[in-house]
T-cell receptor, first 114, second 113 residues
Framework: KAGVTQTPRYLIKTRGQQVTLSCSPI?????VSWYQQTPGQGLQFLFE???????NKGNFPGRFSGRQFSNSRSEMNVSTLELGDSALYLC?????????????FGPGTRLTVL | DAKTTQPNSMESNEEEPVHLPCNHS???????IHWYRQLPSQGPEYVIH???SNVNNRMASLAIAEDRKSSTLILHRATLRDAAVYYC??????????????FGKGTRLSVIA
C-alpha cells in the first residue's frame, strides 16, 4: 500500500505570496491532519479534516487554511507569506480519525520564504 | 493537554537494550500513551501506544507504571537505524471526534556502533 504522499517536496516563495501544499493520504484513510515543524517551536498541530469537514484546529492565524476533497486528498494554503512561515509542513492520515488510530506521516514539504 | 517530561537526550550502544523514560504525572483516566519517533529528514513514525497494560509489538515494548504517572519505551536491541527523536504523547479520548498529537521536545537517542 502506498504511503502518504506530499507535493511538492520543496518550495521557495517570497514574502507576501501565497502557497498551496497537497497531501494524498493512504488509500481508505478518511482523516488528514497537518502539522508545522520549525527548529524553534517544534511540531505544532495546524488542523484536521475528516469527511471534508475541519474537525480540529490549532492555534494558527487565519492565513493558514485547508480543505479536504471527497477522495480524502487535502490541501493547505498559506496566504500573505511571512519569513516565519518557513518550515517543514507535515501531513498525516489515519483510518477513521479517532485517538487510538495510528497516524501515518508523509515526508513533508519544506517551505522556504525569502 | 496533559504534559509529558522526557530527557533531552540519551545515548546507547548498538545491540544493547534502551529504556526511554517519560513522566506524565497529570495523566487522566482516558489518556492513551503514544510513542512516535522521527528519524533524520523524515516525518514522525508511530512506535506503540497503550492505556494501562504493558504492550509489545515488533518495534518495541511499552511498560506503564501501575499508577500510570510514568511509562518507559523499551527498544530491545538498538540499531543504528533507531537513532531518532522519540516523542511520548498523551491523547485524550473524547466522547466523539479526535484529538491531535501534541508533540513536546522529545528525547534525542544516539546509537553508537
Amino acid at each position: 500500500k502506498a504511503g502518504v504522499t506530499q507535493t511538492p517536496r520543496y518550495l521557495i516563495k517570497t514574502r507576501g505570496q501565497q502557497v498551496t501544499l497537497s497531501c494524498s493520504p493512504i488509500s481508505g484513510h478518511r482523516s488528514v491532519s497537518w502539522y508545522q515543524q520549525t527548529p524553534g517551536q517544534g511540531l505544532q498541530f495546524l488542523f484536521e479534516y475528516f469527511s471534508e469537514t475541519q474537525r480540529n484546529k490549532g492555534n494558527f492565524p487565519g492565513r493558514f487554511s485547508g480543505r479536504q476533497f471527497s477522495n480524502s486528498r487535502s490541501e493547505m494554503n498559506v496566504s500573505t507569506l511571512e519569513l516565519g512561515d518557513s518550515a517543514l509542513y507535515l501531513c498525516a492520515s489515519s483510518l477513521v480519525g479517532v485517538p487510538t488510530d495510528t497516524q501515518y506521516f508523509g515526508p513533508g514539504t519544506r517551505l522556504t520564504v525569502l | 493537554d496533559a504534559k509529558t517530561t522526557q530527557p533531552n537526550s540519551m545515548e546507547s550502544n548498538e545491540e544493547e537494550p534502551v529504556h526511554l523514560p517519560c513522566n506524565h504525572s497529570t495523566i487522566s483516566g482516558t489518556d492513551y500513551i503514544h510513542w512516535y519517533r522521527q528519524l533524520p529528514s523524515q516525518g514522525p513514525e508511530y512506535v506503540i501506544h497503550g492505556l494501562t497494560s504493558n504492550v509489545n509489538n515488533r518495534m518495541a515494548s511499552l511498560a506503564i507504571a501501575e499508577d500510570r504517572k510514568s511509562s518507559t519505551l523499551i527498544l530491545h536491541r538498538a540499531t543504528l537505524r533507531d537513532a531518532a527523536v522519540y516523542y511520548c504523547i498523551l491523547r485524550d479520548v473524547p466522547n466523539s471526534g479526535n484529538t491531535p498529537l501534541v508533540f513536546g521536545k522529545g528525547t534525542r537517542l544516539s546509537v553508537i556502533a
